[in-house]
Structure formats: C-alpha cells, structure tokens
C-alpha cells in the first residue's frame, strides 16, 4: 500500500459518516510537504514515520485532534513550519499537543540514578499538560523502537534504555498495556539479545505442545459455556510477554516450565455477571489452583485494569492462567487512560478543559482501592497537579525546584559558590534576566564571574528557595564579618596604644594567639569579628593580650574580672563549659538559642542565676550590647559528656504522616524529643519545633540533614537565630 493509500485509509476511519477526514488528510498533506525532502535512515521518506505514529495513535482510538497532532508532531522539531502556523491551520489544541511535543523532543537522557528517572518521569508528566501529549508521545517511541534496527548499535541501546526507564512505567502507569508491553519486549532485545533469544527459543521449542494444549482447553471450555448464551463471547489463547518471562526466568530465577502463566486463556464477555458466571463455569471444568484466584473487578488495579484472574490446571497436570473481563474492560486493560475517549465520544473537550479532565482521571484512581492505590494517585497528583518544576543543566542532570524558581534559585541549587558569583543565565540557549522564571524542562546554564560582587541584596526578594535565601544571607553574614574586623581591629588598637602596645606589633607574637585562646577564640580574625560585634569586651582583650606579652598590669585600671584571672590548666567541667575566671560557677545553657558543644558561644554574667551561655549570633545577645561589662569569656571543655538541648524548626509541606515520619526518623537515630510545637504557616506548610537532645554542633547538623530528607521538609533550621541553616559552615567556636 502506498503511503497515500493508507493515509487516505486514516482519514476514513475518522469519518463516520462515509468518505475522509477532512482534517486528517489536510495534516497529512501538510506533513508531506513539510517533510518532502528529509529521510530516515532506512531510506524512507520522513513522513512514513508521522503516518505510522498517526495510525498507532488511531489504534488507541484516541480523538481526532490527536491524530492530526500526530501527523504534524515532528514539524516544528525539524522544518521551518512554525507553532503560529499549525494554530492557523489546526487549531489551538492541535498547536498545543504538538508543541508539547517539540519541548519533549528536548529532553536529554543519559542512563541516571533511579531518583534522577523518576524526576524525569514526573517531568515529563508535568510538562504534557494534555494527557494526550504523552499518548501520542508514546506512540511516537513505539515506531521509533520498531525501526530502531536502522541506528548505530550505541545509538539503539540508548533508546533502549530510555524507552526502559522513562517510557515504559509511564504506559503502565497510564495502563496502556499493549504499547506497555511491545516497548518491553523490543527493548528487550537490544539491551539484553542473549537472554531474548534464550526465551524466544524456548517458546518455539514449545510451541507446537502449546497451541495444541490450548486449541484443547478452548474447545473444551466453549462447549461448557455455550449454556450460558453469551452474545459477544470470546475465548483466546495468548502467551505471556517475552519481557515478563523473562523477569520471572532471571529475576525470580525461574525456568520456563515453572511459571503459571506462560500457558493463559483470555474469556471476554459483555457484562460482569456473565464474567461471574464464567468463572463458575470453568471452575467446575478445571482444577482452580488454591490462592491464585484475584478479582481486579470488585477491586481494580491502580492503573484502571480490571479482570477476574484464575489459575487452573490441566488435564495433565499443566498449570494455565484464565483471565475473564467484559469489553470494556478489555479495552481499558489494553489503552489504559487512552480507552477514556472511546468511552467518552463526543463528550467533554478535555483539551480545552483542563480542570474537567484531570477531575475525570482523579475521579477514576480516587475510586480504586487496591492497596498501592494510595501510593499511584499522590505520585499522580505530584505529577499532575505539580508545585514543582524540573529542569536541565547544560550536562542534562535533572533539578527538582518548587514551581516559581528563578535562575537564581537554580544557581544556588547547584552550589553557593555558583550562586554567590552569578552573572546572569542563559535558559534554552538565550540570555535572560537572572529572576527569570523557569519552566518545566529549561535548560539552565549559570553564567558566573571571578570578579562577581556577589549576590544582590534584592536577590533575597527575588529568589523562591530557602536555600538560596539561606546561602545569600550566609554571604551577608561573612560579608558583615569583614566589616567586624575591620572595626575590632581598630577598637582593639586604640586599647591597646593607652597601654603602650602597638596591635601591628602585638600581632607578631605568639601570645597573641595564646591570648585568643584564653579568650575562647580559634584565630585573631575570630576575635577582632567578636570585639566588633560586641560579643567581647575590648578592654578584657587588650587586658590578655598585654598578660601574654609579659606587660605589667596598669594598676590605675582596675577590672574586677580580671584581678582574678586564673586560667584553668584542665579543660573540664560538669556542665561542659569553661567560664573564664571562674573555676566552677554555675552554667546555664540559654534557652533562646540551646548552644551545643561546637557552637561559637558567648556567655552573660545574670542576676544570680550564674552565667548564662549563647550562640554568638543569638538575637538576644546582640541586645545585650549595652552591658557590655557583663559578658565574660566562656569556651567548650575538651571534652564533653552527655547530650545537650537543641531546638529545631522544621518547616514542611503539610501532609498525613509527616509528624510520624520525623519522628521515626529521629527514633532511629536514637535521638529522644522533649517537646513539640506545630503552627500553619499558610500555603499549606507547617512549621514544626522539636525539643530534642544531641552530643555537640556535627551530631546535630547530621540529625538536621536525616531530617531534611523526609518526603515533604522544606527547610530545617535551629531556633532562636536568624534564619541560618542548621547544617551551615562548620562551627568556628572555640573548641572546634
Ligand atoms: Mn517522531
């Protein structure tokens, strides 16, 4: 048949009152000439591939519309026709399953990390808005895997490949068994040729044994069942899929003789009942197998399959597999979500009404109550209904953002230092403003600088992720650090010149690191950013320093504090803190910011109560600077024993099991909770505060990570400070 001949042929199946599809054959001839001087690797006109995408897609029975989308699928990918022109000619839904299409057509693929396919796989989903974008999707891989013979050898396993992970779960999922099953079982064959040819020979060696078994099995059950009056019955015999033989045979470790359903027998009626009174029928004709009987009727599987499945045995003792299911259900198991439009013909426009549709496939899977149900429709809700956009680096890794990410957010999301020396972007090959939004399946390349001034202080607006917002201020923080020094710096000197002692000198000697130990700071830096933000006396500074120096003590400048300055020898303490001058004064840990070994700590002489220990950075601190005479200097044993308070904020999208599975995490972590405190954030997030105890700052960050990665944390952070990620960078407190 030429190819016009059968184009014409598909254009008549789509009239129903005689004669052609107008459309059909209008797409077609658009095609054609689009197309008229490319050609595939076999030698064919390029258009052949279209019309048999065209014709899979006619098999499925989907709509009008998407066999004309079919026909036009590769012309905007590959011609110079444009979007606006298929709107002209074809229409709104036309131009958008095709353009659909084209933005699927640039989806890199590289063999990935199961997380990284499944990411991909949601993609895909996300980005075919119209279901029937995927559905003409599939049957465009399914033609592709049927001429794959044509390609390289590497170019073949890779579209193997792909088709394995990302094509085929989709088809199951949207139920589609018959393409489900060819992409498998062809796939199979170039990505594994031994283990194919193994079972094919294995059936052919069986072959005659089998038809004969089966031609005695359905003429035995015809005669039974011909009491029962079934109008439209049929009875086949089939063999199982070569590619679930060949998961049982190497998966299971199973031979060919011991799988059941090798030998099976299809029986399809009109309505449930006759399926019921079948089943009765043959029953009492064959041996039913004890615990084999399963009826997907009264309870469907997930993905809409409905069926009674029995095994039997044979006369000769050979087991054999009997599926019952009425039309209808035939049709679904065999297209799946595709079968909705033969049900449905002439019903709703489900392209123009995107709610009405995915209200119609929620209603379907919300009905099934098959036990993995649950887990189908939230990843078909995560899919359909997505607050999350999935994106490309130029390398083609997948990242997963919240829906609203900008590039910014991307940048981040690779790493701060990408990030903190952001330039500007390119999405899709085109330089765009960095708070561009992206959509599913951008391609995102980062445009960085050495000489960056790092990230803008509008950013923190702009960006959609904590994660970035986190890392900008972190950027800020040590920016602000900068700006601490230089002012310690100066305040110190100023100290130290009443006391006749030049801080440039000061610093060439080594009891003015020794000095800063004393004082419970690692570095010099870290001491001058404490002078500078007030978390140390200048004056107690300048007193250490001008001790290690071997100076004598001014006596017109008296310090309580420091008349008694002892400095303990052994670094130990019941509450595992030093407090300088102190041996053993009474410690508390503050509950604002619950400090744990590892933190920067500050500590504050109270009212009675002894000293009272900060993080640094605690906002309660910094409004404390104006008694500035009652901090003291205060540092982390050597060694510390025992747990220590920590609070953290968790912030969450809202969902059943959440709190159970934060707190399971942390059950097996063996970490104890002494107190928890939910509030709604709005927007469907939840922000939980959860009392716990660890050993010191690295149990702790490890702790805040386990937690960050159950299913739904958007953020974890430590209470009682600004915004810091709880796993920030490692703790410069003194004894770290
Ligand atoms: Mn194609």
Redesign the pocket.
């Known amino acids: 048949m030429t190819l016009e001949q059968r184009a014409r042929e598909l254009a008549a199946k789509y009239a129903p009152e005689g004669g052609e599809n107008a459309r059909i054959a209008e797409a077609y001839a658009f095609a054609a000439e689009a197309h008229k001087d490319q050609f595939r690797q076999s030698g064919e006109p390029y258009v052949t591939?279209?019309l048999a995408?065209a014709e899979i897609v006619a098999d499925m029975a989907l709509d009008e519309d998407s066999v004309v989308a079919a026909l036009l699928?590769?012309t905007v990918?590959d011609t110079s026709v444009t979007i606006r022109d298929i709107v002209d000619r074809f229409g709104e839904t036309v131009a958008e399953i095709v353009d659909g299409?084209t933005k699927l057509?640039r989806i890199p693929y590289s063999s990935k990390e199961e997380q990284e396919v499944e990411n991909l796989r949601k993609m895909l989903m996300a980005m075919s808005k119209d279901i029937r974008v995927i559905l003409v999707k599939l049957a465009?891989?399914l033609?592709?895997i049927r001429t794959l013979d044509a390609k390289s050898d590497a170019k073949r396993r890779l579209i193997a490949l792909e088709t394995m992970d990302v094509y085929s779960p989709i088809a199951h999922r949207l139920g589609i068994t018959t393409i489900k099953t060819e992409l498998e079982d062809r796939s199979l064959r170039y990505l594994d040729p031994i283990g194919y040819d193994e079972i094919v020979s294995a059936l052919e060696n069986t072959a005659e044994f089998r038809s004969e078994f089966i031609a005695r099995v359905k003429e035995n059950m015809a005669e039974k069942l011909s009491g029962l009056n079934i109008k439209n019955l049929s009875i086949e015999g089939r063999v199982k899929s070569l590619y679930s033989i060949y998961r049982k045979m190497f998966m299971q470790n199973k031979t060919i003789d011991e799988i059941y359903d090798l030998y099976a027998i299809r029986v399809i009626v009109d309505t449930k009942e006759e399926c019921y009174n079948v089943l009765g029928v043959i029953h009492d004709l064959y041996k039913p197998m004890p615990r084999r009987f399963k009826d997907y009727i009264s309870t469907p599987k997930p993905n809409l399959y409905q069926s009674l499945h029995t095994t039997l045995i044979g006369r000769e003792g050979t087991p054999f597999e009997v599926q019952i299911r009425t039309w209808e259900m035939h049709h679904v198991a065999e297209y799946g979500v595709a079968a909705h439009w033969k049900y449905k013909e002439g019903g709703v426009d489900v392209g123009e009404d995107y709610e009405k549709k995915l209200g119609w496939i929620r209603s379907m899977l919300e009905t099934q109550q098959d036990s993995d149900a649950e887990d189908f429709i939230s990843n078909f809700k995560t899919d359909m209904f997505t607050d999350e956009v999935y994106v490309f680096t130029p390398k083609g890794d997948v990242i997963n953002l919240p829906a609203g990410a900008t590039t910014i957010d991307f940048a981040y999301a690779i790493h701060s230092g990408v990030g903190n020396r952001m330039v500007g972007a390119k999405v899709n090959n085109r330089i765009v403003p960095i708070d561009t939004v992206l959509n599913n399946g951008d391609i995102v390349e980062i445009l960085t600088s050495k000489v960056s001034r790092g990230p803008g202080r509008d950013w923190i607006n702009i960006v959609r992720t904590s994660e970035a917002r986190t890392k900008i201020k972190q950027w800020y923080k040590k920016e602000r650090r900068e700006e601490n020094i230089v002012q310690g710096r100066e305040a110190l000197d100023a100290e130290l010149k009443k006391n006749g002692i030049l801080l440039a000198d000061a610093e060439k000697t080594e009891g003015m690191l020794a000095a800063c130990r004393r004082l419970s700071f690692n570095t010099v830096e870290d001491m001058l950013a404490g002078i500078g933000y007030g978390g140390l006396a200048v004056q107690r500074a300048a007193n250490r320093i001008r001790e290690e120096l071997g100076r004598p003590v001014k006596p017109e400048q008296p310090e309580s504090s420091d008349q008694v300055a002892t400095v303990p020898v052994v670094r130990r303490s019941e509450s595992g803190v030093i407090v300088e001058g102190a041996a053993d004064c009474l410690v508390k840990f503050a509950r604002c910011c619950t400090p744990v070994p590892g933190d920067e700590i500050v500590g504050f002489v109270t009212r009675g109560y002894g000293v009272s220990v900060h993080r640094a950075g605690c906002a309660n601190v910094s409004g404390m600077a104006e008694n500035r005479d009652r901090f003291v200097g205060v540092c982390w044993a050597d060694v510390t024993e025992g747990s220590f308070a920590a609070s953290i904020e968790i912030t969450a999208r809202d969902r059943v099991t959440l709190i159970a599975d934060i707190t399971a995490v942390l059950a097996n972590q063996h970490i104890p909770i002494h107190g928890i405190q939910t509030k709604k954030n709005g927007g469907g997030e939840i922000v939980l505060q959860l009392d716990i105890s660890v050993n010191d700052r690295r149990h702790l960050e490890a702790v805040c990570g386990r937690v960050h990665g159950v299913r739904g944390v958007v953020d974890v952070v430590r209470s009682g400070m600004e915004r810091e990620a709880a796993p920030a960078a490692a703790g410069k407190g003194a004894e770290a």
């Open positions: 591939h279209a995408v699928h590769d990918e299409l057509e465009d891989r033609h592709n």
